[in-house]
């Protein structure tokens, strides 16, 4: 079975604040993603990369960076949190494939900027 | 801009109901179509759908495509407290050397006992 875990179910930071939330997958997948879901909103997709250093913007960048030095690893940044990244934060990976793979979540973690 | 659109956003039935939810879509560069179960954690995959008229079908739950119409139903017959859950539908399309999801909002299903 695929494993995908993230580092933190619950995180509490504040206002400005760098902050790092790490996902790690298990199956040697080459994509990996980072969404947030937010309630009437669904899944919007933050950034995703489809190889080791290489990272392409999703639906809403602004105010995150991504980082892949192993495949295995995909780390999302927030340069200076706002109360408006409050949110739940899923990581997920999946195969390169032509018709589409399906993708694997992490179980997710819940960030309060306060 | 690429757009999925679930309905009903929600929906409350009694144990043993069948019920039928909604998918419909606009994506340039269409791949696939999926739909995901998502209780308290993490959503977890149901099927895959890329060919039209095709029906899925595991257990209580079957799925089928409509590329001409761009929409898929997501049926489960006689439900369960247990099938209590989001259920998510997305579609796959190719951007920028991966495959990319854009998701529905989501229906959150209620089975009453």
């Known amino acids: 079975d695929v494993k995908v875990t993230q580092s933190s179910r619950y995180l509490v930071k504040r206002t400005g604040e760098k902050v790092f939330l790490e996902c790690v997958q298990d199956?040697?997948?080459?994509?990996m993603f980072w969404y947030r879901q937010d309630p009437g909103l669904g899944l919007r997709l933050i950034y995703f990369s489809y190889d080791v250093k290489m990272k392409e913007k999703g639906d809403i960048p602004e105010g995150y960076s991504v980082s892949r030095e192993k495949k295995e690893r995909f780390s999302l940044i927030l340069e200076s949190a706002s109360t408006n990244q409050t949110s739940m934060y899923l990581c997920a990976s999946s195969l390169r494939g032509g018709l589409g793979q399906p993708q694997h979540f992490g179980d997710g973690t819940r960030l309060s900027i306060l | 801009e690429d757009k999925v659109v679930q309905s009903p956003l929600s929906l409350v039935v009694h144990e043993g109901d069948t019920v039928t939810l909604n998918c419909s879509y606009e994506v340039t560069n269409f791949r696939s179509l999926l739909w995901y179960k998502q209780e308290k954690k993490a959503p977890t995959f149901l099927f895959m759908l890329t060919s039209s008229g095709i029906e899925k079908k595991s257990g209580r739950l079957s799925s089928i495509l409509d590329k001409k119409e761009l929409f898929s139903i997501l049926n489960i017959t006689a439900t369960q407290t247990g099938d209590s859950a989001d259920y998510l539908c997305?579609?796959?399309?190719?951007?920028?050397?991966?495959?990319?999801?854009?998701f529905g909002q989501g229906t959150r299903l209620t089975i009453n006992p």
């Open positions: 997305a579609v796959s399309s190719h951007r920028r050397g991966a495959q990319k999801l854009v």
């Open positions: 199956m040697d997948h080459e994509n």
